[in-house]
């Protein structure tokens, strides 16, 4: 099983963009999916979450309707739009697939992760 994350790259505050998760080797589409990010000299932290019935979904406090995560069970993938930017959005951020319909904060209840992609924001 494999989760690969892309998208990421340096953009400058205020900007946008859509980082993605494709899954191979078994399919989620009855998973909860998560995305985590983690900046440097800081612990991992839950970003947002979404159901596989894709319409329940979680969100960090941080993210305060900047972000939207979104899957598509059919292609088993799932994104997260991240919009307005800011510096300390800067992280490398995970993809994850839980074993089970979880798709909550907790970072060890997702069984399977996605290598990152860094997200780096100028000011």
């Known amino acids: 099983v494999q989760l690969q994350a892309s998208g990421g790259g340096l953009v400058q505050a205020g900007d946008s963009l859509k980082l993605s998760c494709a899954a191979s080797g078994r399919t989620f589409d009855r998973n909860g999916v998560g995305w985590f990010r983690q900046a440097p000299g800081k612990e991992r932290e839950f970003v947002a979450g979404r159901a596989w019935t894709n319409t329940m979904t979680q969100y960090a406090d941080f993210v305060k309707g900047r972000f939207t995560i979104s899957r598509d069970n059919g292609k088993n993938m799932w994104w997260l739009r991240v919009n307005s930017l800011k510096p300390e959005d800067t992280a490398v951020y995970y993809c994850?697939?839980?074993?089970?319909?979880?798709?909550?904060?907790?970072?060890?209840?997702?069984?399977?992760w996605g290598q990152g992609t860094q997200v780096t924001v100028s000011s």
């Open positions: 994850a697939a839980s074993d089970s319909s979880y798709y909550g904060a907790r970072a060890t209840n997702y069984k399977y």
